[in-house]
């Protein structure tokens, strides 16, 4: 693991979006070996663990209890990170929350969404267009479960960072 130049104890949100919760049962070119949403989670909780980062789960599908979600945690969490898949094309509301939060924001997903379903990590009713991609801090994708690992590494890295995004994480704490 990479050494930190901080010692807080950083918390991130990971937020999975409809579809997630069929993760098994999802094509396994694409989504991998992960044999459900519990086991994304953990493996999540786990990597953050390692980094000395508490993560916060949450899944659904529906946007309107992601909503709620990112509205309740917007006070407790030092970022997000979102996996929008079903709102990915559509969840201007969800953007709009999590822009409204004024934490940094990363996207990720398990296929690389702006790949040809052609390509070896593109999805098969790809390409989409993002509509969180413009607004949020970074992105992810393409890696399976490893971009959330990715996004985790970066979050931290970036938190312990006080030039991050031009002010002094501890102040907005």
């Not at 993760?23 to 044999?35: D, E, F, P």
């Amino acid at each position: 693991m990479p050494i930190r130049s901080g010692t807080r104890r950083h918390r991130i949100a990971i937020i999975d979006g409809p579809n997630m919760t069929n993760l098994g049962a999802r094509n396994k070119r694409v989504y991998g070996a992960i044999s459900s949403i519990e086991d994304l989670q953990q493996y999540s909780k786990n990597f953050g663990a390692e980094l000395g980062v508490e993560i916060d789960t949450f899944v659904s599908n529906f946007e309107g209890e992601i909503l709620e979600y990112i509205h309740a945690a917007a006070n407790r969490v030092d970022a997000f990170i979102i996996n929008p898949a079903g709102l990915t094309e559509i969840g201007i509301p969800t953007k709009h929350a999590l822009s409204e939060t004024g934490r940094p924001v990363i996207e990720v997903h398990f296929a690389n969404v702006v790949a040809p379903p052609t390509a070896p990590r593109g999805l098969p009713i790809g390409p989409w267009e993002s509509v969180f991609t413009p607004s949020v801090t970074g992105t992810t994708m393409g890696l399976r479960q490893y971009s959330y690992a990715q996004a985790i590494l970066g979050l931290t890295l970036a938190l312990d960072d006080s030039t991050f995004l031009g002010a002094d994480v501890e102040q907005r704490a």
